[in-house]
């Protein structure tokens, strides 16, 4: 029987630190255990550093890995964005963190449960999931908060939005793709949501997730990013979006105040659009 089709996307900014040993993972346990059928996409965006020298270099040594840079810096959400633009032609379309906090292993795990569902979504808080090393007090408080403020806006009924290890049937991607639009890390809860209205079914399956030291969150600004792109979207399917069209340069304003790339703007959706 064949193997589904699947492509890996790693959104990658400034991560000469921790992207290299997450491929060689990753490569590795693909040659034994998935070897046909199997691409990593490695979007490298606004990096400074060696992170587009290391993706070439390692994509010269295994050929089913393959690297686009973009100059600027579009955020988590606009890199896997601009990856699952380029998803024609797999059967699956899974992303992992570039810092390789869920392995290979746990990742190809979530794989084999997407023959029933249209999206597998790695949790954390669900029973079988192991936790090697957990991230700061301050971090799970947040945490904690803003999963409370998403159940409350979108009512998700998704325990862990956040975990960086998700996969999706490409005929699950093409239904929400147009809709997709936060560049931060609200990304997950867009996705998430896009699916729900698109009537894809969903699961939780644990994972074995390690809190790797060398995270870019930057606390405060991050958790203020996110609690606003949650407003947005939530206000995007809302009768009161079409009034806020004065506001929308002020929108562009804060995120770019915050160090932050700005929502970018929904596809053709075919659909009725709520302005």
């Known amino acids: 029987m064949r193997r589904p089709k699947l492509l890996l996307l790693i959104p990658a900014h400034n991560e000469e630190k921790r992207l290299e040993p997450t491929l060689r993972s990753y490569a590795e346990y693909a040659r034994n255990h998935y070897p046909d059928n199997f691409e990593i996409l490695v979007v490298v965006n606004g990096s400074t550093d060696r992170t587009l020298d290391l993706a070439r270099k390692i994509s010269q040594e295994a050929p089913f890995i393959r690297w686009i840079d973009i100059p600027e810096r579009i955020g988590k959400g606009g890199a896997l964005i601009e990856g699952l633009k380029r998803s024609e032609g797999f ?8 810092d390789g906090a869920t392995g290979p292993e746990s990742f190809f795990k979530l794989v084999e449960l997407c023959e029933k569902y249209d999206c597998v979504v790695g949790s954390r808080r669900v029973v079988g999931s192991v936790i090697h090393q957990y991230q700061p007090s301050h971090r799970q408080l947040a945490s904690k908060v803003f999963h409370f403020l998403v159940e409350l806006l979108f009512h998700l009924g998704i325990r862990d939005t956040q975990c960086g290890a998700k996969v999706l049937r490409r005929s699950a991607v093409e239904k929400v793709l147009p809709w997709l639009h936060i560049a931060d890390m609200a990304f997950d809860v867009n ?3 896009a ?4 009537g894809c079914s969903m699961i939780e399956a644990p994972v074995e997730w390690t809190d790797h030291i060398g995270s870019k969150v930057r606390y405060f600004r991050t958790s203020l990013v996110m609690f606003l792109s949650i407003v947005r979207l939530r206000l995007v399917y809302s009768p009161f979006y079409c009034w806020l069209g004065p506001l929308r340069p002020i929108e562009g304003w804060i995120y770019k105040a915050l160090q932050n790339p700005p929502p970018r703007p929904m596809g053709n959706t075919g659909a009725k659009r709520p302005c």
């Open 91 to 98: 059967d699956l379309v899974g992303y992992v963190d570039a």
């Open 191 to 193: 996705l998430l949501y």
């Open 195 to 198: 699916l729900k209205r698109a």
